[in-house]
């Protein structure tokens, strides 16, 4: 149905060296997400987050990275349903994966570690920046649930902006994550397939700098 061998592409942009990147993976994540937004990618925040079940089956999808933050609890924060497919893997593992593939700039940022709520104070500060249409969503949305119809969510949607009114509290199933991060890997493609991968790995001396082959 489809062939794609002949696809290809040679990367040529850019090079990643050691003595160019900083000690901090989480400082040279936002330098590389500096140059996402400069070269005006869409979207450079989303993410693909892949989590893994109980059962140790693994599923991804995207979402929105909201923050990054520093320091001893720093990480990777996004907001999303806790009864949601994700969530409930969460749950039950708390191991997960973040991707980001900024492909027009040959790169890729790959990030495991593990994750867990944010505080409520922080969620509620999120939720009420959103625009009042995604505050009602997340009150009447069951995220990952299955659902009668489109009007069925229509109608959902309506009587949770008729009780909710103008100034809706955040519902308790709705609210972020922080994924606390153990290993980070920049990725630059490189000409004939010799692609640089700089991977950080946390130590209880602090971030040990690699590099892995192609
Ligand atoms: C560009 C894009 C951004 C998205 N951002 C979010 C997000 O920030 N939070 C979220 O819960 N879902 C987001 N989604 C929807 C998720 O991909 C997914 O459909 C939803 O979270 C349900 O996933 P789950 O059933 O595995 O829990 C986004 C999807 C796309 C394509």
Same mark, same amino acid.
Request: neutral net charge; hydrophobic residues 40%.
């Given at each position: 149905?489809?062939?794609?061998?002949?696809?290809?592409?040679?990367?040529?942009?850019?090079?990643?060296?050691?003595?160019?990147?900083?000690?901090?993976?989480? @400082?040279?994540?936002?330098?590389?997400?500096?140059? =996402?937004?400069? +070269?005006?990618?869409?979207?450079?925040?989303?993410? /693909?987050? !892949?989590?893994?079940?109980?059962?140790?089956?693994?599923?991804?999808?995207?979402?929105?990275?909201?923050?990054?933050?520093?320091?001893?609890?720093?990480?990777?924060?996004?907001?999303?349903?806790?009864?949601?497919?994700?969530?409930?893997?969460?749950?039950?593992?708390?191991?997960?994966?973040?991707?980001?593939?900024?492909?027009?700039?040959?790169?890729?940022?790959?990030?495991?570690?593990?994750?867990?709520?944010?505080?409520?104070?922080?969620?509620?500060?999120?939720? @009420?920046?959103?625009?009042?249409?995604?505050?009602? =969503?997340?009150? +009447?949305?069951?995220?990952?649930?299955?659902?009668? /119809?489109? !009007?069925?969510?229509?109608?959902?949607?309506?009587?949770?902006?008729?009780?909710?009114?103008?100034?809706?509290?955040?519902?308790?199933?709705?609210?972020?994550?922080?994924?606390?991060?153990?290993?980070?890997?920049?990725?630059?493609?490189?000409?004939?397939?010799?692609?640089?991968?700089?991977?950080?790995?946390?130590?209880?001396?602090?971030?040990?700098?690699?590099?892995?082959?192609?």
């Amino acid at each position: 149905m489809l062939d794609l061998t002949r696809v290809r592409q040679e990367y040529m942009r850019d090079g990643l060296d050691e003595k160019d990147v900083l000690a901090d993976p989480l @400082a040279q994540f936002a330098r590389w997400f500096d140059d =996402a937004q400069n +070269a005006g990618l869409v979207m450079p925040n989303a993410m /693909s987050l !892949a989590t893994v079940s109980a059962l140790g089956k693994p599923s991804s999808r995207v979402v929105l990275l909201k923050g990054v933050d520093d320091g001893k609890n720093g990480g990777f924060v996004f907001y999303t349903d806790y009864d949601s497919r994700k969530g409930r893997e969460v749950a039950g593992n708390h191991h997960a994966s973040l991707l980001f593939a900024w492909l027009p700039l040959e790169r890729q940022i790959r990030i495991d570690g593990t994750i867990a709520k944010v505080s409520a104070a922080e969620s509620d500060a999120y939720f @009420a920046t959103r625009p009042l249409g995604s505050r009602h =969503a997340a009150i +009447a949305s069951p995220q990952s649930e299955v659902i009668e /119809s489109r !009007a069925a969510l229509a109608q959902r949607f309506n009587d949770a902006a008729r009780a909710a009114g103008e100034n809706p509290a955040r519902p308790a199933h709705w609210g972020g994550y922080r994924l606390a991060p153990v290993e980070i890997e920049f990725w630059q493609g490189r000409e004939n397939r010799l692609h640089d991968r700089l991977v950080y790995r946390k130590t209880a001396q602090g971030w040990r700098l690699e590099r892995l082959a192609p």
